[in-house]
């Protein structure tokens, strides 16, 4: 049960939306401000392909495996502390990113970095939903959320590329500190400090296997090591052995017998395999084979991200009337319809068939995000709701990092036929989710989830 916090003043709560709001916009510029600058740090740093792919996949890894952890301390440890303590390392992490004179060292402050983001946005997210009690005040604080990520998502490229450009691609880690700093002092003055009244218990166990499983499986994508694979299962089955054993399970198995909930995961990781895929090759292949710069890398990124700006908060509503299946339907079909447009993508290919198709693909990552949500907490207990949320959010990040280790694993028109696959993957099961049967999978495991586990197990 969330502990909310009542009596602030509108202006009170203006700010601590706008504070909380800060953590998402350097959160969400990072992913395509790093993107726009991997050409630049593989020419400074003489880094090979797999290191460029860590220097995304160890940040987005760190994120899905610590965000679930860092919502449950801070609420049991309190989320203005937790809030606090995540921009610091957030901005150290950024500070040592922009002194690293080696890709390694990049790398691990990378890791940092991650360490620090992890107890932002879930954290920021508990917050607005403490402090802004009412129903339509929440619902428009939640809104404002969503829009930030369409606007980060939409500025990211220019504003990286005119750094890069300026200042080299250390300023894109620069960006981050001022903005910390305010968020830091406003977080301090005005934002209040609350816990939950039944803290979530602690799985280190289980914690620790599914850090196994996620660093293994991506370290044998971009590595070549196949063989890591066994360590990739036997982590898996450890980690299903023990979460259905363990009394506060890290992610309770139960959630996955909701054919909704279980679509929703694979739709968040087959979706952002996608976007991770797209923004990671594409950089490369504008600024390496058409030696764009990385302002007018940015500037052609400019469509995508417009295209999700507009959509995103259509799809909202469309799910809100009609329901998530026409969203999933649209994303998949405008998705894989970008993707095989990428199959053919070559050195001489005109940018205005480049601009269309990352429109397209703008358009239908823009249609998918809001379904997810909605899908995954979809009949769900109203104490288990944020559970499952943080469990969609988490398969975002991992399809993230699974897109950009296929890049490595998979090369040209093989790479993109397998995000088509993946688009199919949307497509199909957004049918499939919004059936009786699916319905009834969703009925049957409610009553289930509402059984109590002990708040401190663990």
Same mark, same amino acid.
């Given at each position: 049960m969330l502990t909310t916090v009542d009596g602030l003043t509108a202006r009170r709560k203006t700010i601590v939306l706008i504070t909380c709001c800060m953590s998402l916009l350097i959160s969400s510029m990072d992913a395509t401000i790093v993107n726009v600058a991997l050409p630049t740090i593989q020419n400074d740093l003489g880094a090979p392909l797999s290191k460029l792919q860590w220097i995304v996949d160890v940040y987005t890894l760190t994120l899905a495996s610590l965000l679930m952890l860092s919502g449950a301390t801070a609420d049991?440890?309190?989320?203005?502390?937790?809030?606090?303590?995540?921009?610091?390392?957030?901005?150290?992490?950024?500070? =040592?990113?922009? =002194?690293?004179?080696?890709? &390694? +060292?990049?790398?691990?402050?990378?890791?940092?970095?991650?360490?620090?983001?992890? %107890?932002?946005?879930?954290?920021? *997210?508990? !917050?607005? @939903?403490?402090?802004?009690?009412?129903?339509? &005040?929440?619902?428009?604080?939640?809104?404002?959320?969503?829009?930030?990520?369409?606007?980060?998502?939409?500025?990211?490229?220019?504003?990286?590329?005119?750094?890069? $450009?300026?200042?080299?691609?250390?300023?894109?880690?620069? !960006?981050? =500190?001022?903005?910390?700093? +305010?968020?830091?002092?406003?977080?301090?003055?005005?934002?209040? &400090?609350?816990?939950?009244?039944?803290?979530?218990?602690?799985?280190?166990?289980?914690?620790?296997?599914?850090?196994?499983?996620?660093?293994?499986?991506?370290? /044998?994508?971009? &590595?070549?090591?196949?063989?890591?694979?066994?360590? @990739?299962?036997?982590?898996?089955? /450890?980690?299903?052995?023990?979460?259905?054993?363990?009394?506060?399970?890290?992610? $309770?198995?139960?959630?996955?017998?909701?054919?909704?909930?279980?679509?929703? @995961?694979?739709?968040? +990781?087959?979706?952002?395999?996608?976007?991770?895929?797209?923004?990671?090759? +594409?950089?490369?292949?504008?600024?390496?084979?058409?030696?764009?710069?990385?302002?007018?890398?940015? =500037?052609? #990124?400019?469509? *995508?991200?417009?295209?999700?700006?507009?959509?995103?908060?259509?799809?909202?509503? %469309?799910?809100?009337? #009609?329901?998530?299946r026409p969203s999933l339907l649209v994303a998949g079909v405008f998705m894989g319809v970008a993707a095989i447009g990428l199959t053919r993508l070559a050195p001489e290919t005109p940018l205005w068939q480049l601009i269309i198709v990352f429109a397209i693909f703008g358009v239908g990552f823009g249609m998918v995000n809001a379904p997810i949500t909605t899908t995954a907490v979809s009949g769900m207990p109203l104490d288990r709701a944020g559970a499952a949320s943080a469990v969609a959010s988490t398969s975002r990040q991992v399809g993230v990092s699974l897109g950009v280790a296929l890049c490595g694993a998979l090369s040209g028109a093989g790479l993109w036929w397998t995000i088509t696959g993946f688009a199919a993957a949307v497509l199909a099961l957004g049918v499939a989710a919004n059936t009786d049967w699916s319905y009834r999978t969703r009925d049957r495991v409610a009553p289930l989830l509402e059984q109590k586990v002990p708040a401190n197990a663990g």
């Open positions: 049991r440890f309190g989320r203005k502390r937790m809030f606090r303590i995540g921009l610091l390392i957030f901005a150290g992490g950024s500070l =040592l990113c922009s =002194l690293a004179p080696t890709i &390694e +060292v990049l790398i691990g402050a990378r890791f940092v970095q991650a360490i620090g983001g992890s %107890m932002l946005n879930p954290v920021a *997210m508990s !917050i607005i @939903t403490t402090v802004f009690t009412g129903r339509v &005040e929440r619902a428009r604080a939640v809104g404002v959320w969503g829009a930030v990520v369409g606007i980060s998502t939409a500025i990211g490229p220019l504003v990286g590329g005119g750094l890069i $450009d300026a200042l080299g691609w250390q300023s894109v880690f620069w !960006i981050n =500190l001022p903005i910390v700093a +305010v968020a830091f002092v406003l977080t301090t003055i005005y934002v209040p &400090e609350s816990k939950s009244a039944n803290a979530r218990g602690i799985d280190p166990i289980g914690q620790v296997l599914a850090i196994a499983i996620l660093f293994t499986l991506v370290f /044998g994508l971009i &590595e070549g090591t196949p063989l890591i694979f066994v360590l @990739t299962a036997a982590a898996l089955a /450890g980690f299903i052995r023990h979460e259905s054993r363990h009394p506060s399970p890290f992610i $309770d198995l139960r959630f996955f017998r909701s054919f909704p909930f279980s679509s929703a @995961t694979v739709i968040a +990781v087959c979706a952002f395999a996608g976007l991770g895929a797209f923004l990671f090759d +594409v950089s490369l292949y504008l600024q390496g084979t058409r030696h764009f710069s990385a302002t007018h890398t940015g =500037l052609l #990124y400019l469509p *995508m991200a417009l295209a999700m700006l507009v959509f995103s908060p259509i799809s909202g509503r %469309m799910v809100g009337r #009609y329901g998530t």
